[in-house]
């Protein structure tokens, strides 16, 4: 590379690292982006070309770009396509490129729902402003519902409830309160809502920093022991990378 390219590339990176940044904390550029976003999201059908989308260079990518390790969330976004899920909920949104990827993975005419805390703990709580883009995430025939609110509330639940009109969830994904607690509450509020064979996962798996796994991999270590064999996976690229992981449970 020579040295002009590799200042415009830094100068590039630099330009990007601002936008998403100002961008976190208003949604100010996902709002002034939304032709433009919308128009590139429209070309993208399947999961792999929406996680090759995620990991690019885009600057429309950076705005939603999944806090994932790539390999893993490749690995639960083929085996949650597999099921083409009808009804998915996700809790804990921030950034956006998890929904995304749900959108691409679920059926053509699937509800998709995001339970996301405003303020949130553990990168929770995207800026209101970034909810126009988030509703041009789904494929035309997707219902797309994007209840800001606490997860752990009845009240949510009870909004959740009243959505699915009766149905079972067949895909759960939860990533939102970190705490112990949090979790907890989280799996015992939602997963009775998801059907017989459905699946159920966890991000943050894998001990590491308090203020980046929480208390995630100890409820992970207790759930799992009360399951039996064949009914979870860790899908985890390196024990030692300190966070990240994910857990699958079959219902």
Not at 167 to 184: N, Q, T
């Amino acid at each position: 590379m020579s040295a002009g390219a590799a200042k415009r590339s830094l100068l590039y990176k630099a330009l990007v690292y601002a936008a998403t940044s100002l961008d976190n904390r208003t949604g100010l550029v996902s709002l002034l982006s939304l032709p433009l976003a919308a128009h590139r999201l429209r070309g993208i059908g399947s999961v792999e070309e929406a996680i090759s989308f995620l990991f690019s260079d885009s600057i429309i990518a950076k705005l939603i770009e999944p806090m994932q390790i790539r390999e893993e969330i490749e690995a639960l976004a083929r085996l949650v396509a597999d099921t083409r899920p009808r009804v998915v909920v996700e809790i804990g949104t921030a950034r956006g490129g998890t929904l995304f990827i749900w959108t691409r993975a679920a059926a053509p005419d699937a509800t998709i729902v995001s339970i996301d805390l405003p303020g949130g703990l553990f990168g929770g709580g995207y800026p209101r402003l970034k909810a126009p883009l988030y509703r041009r995430l789904a494929l035309p025939g997707q219902e797309l519902h994007l209840l800001r609110g606490d997860s752990h509330s009845i009240e949510t639940l009870q909004r959740l409830k009243e959505i699915l009109q009766g149905r079972k969830i067949d895909f759960l994904f939860i990533d939102g309160d970190h705490r112990y607690e949090g979790v907890k509450r989280d799996y015992e509020l939602y997963s009775p809502l998801v059907r017989e064979g459905g699946i159920i996962a966890f991000h943050d798996i894998v001990p590491g920093p308090p203020e980046m796994v929480g208390g995630v991999p100890r409820f992970w270590r207790e759930l799992k022991q009360r399951l039996p064999r064949g009914k979870y996976l860790e899908i985890v690229r390196d024990w030692g990378q300190g966070g990240y992981g994910i857990g699958v449970v079959f219902k």
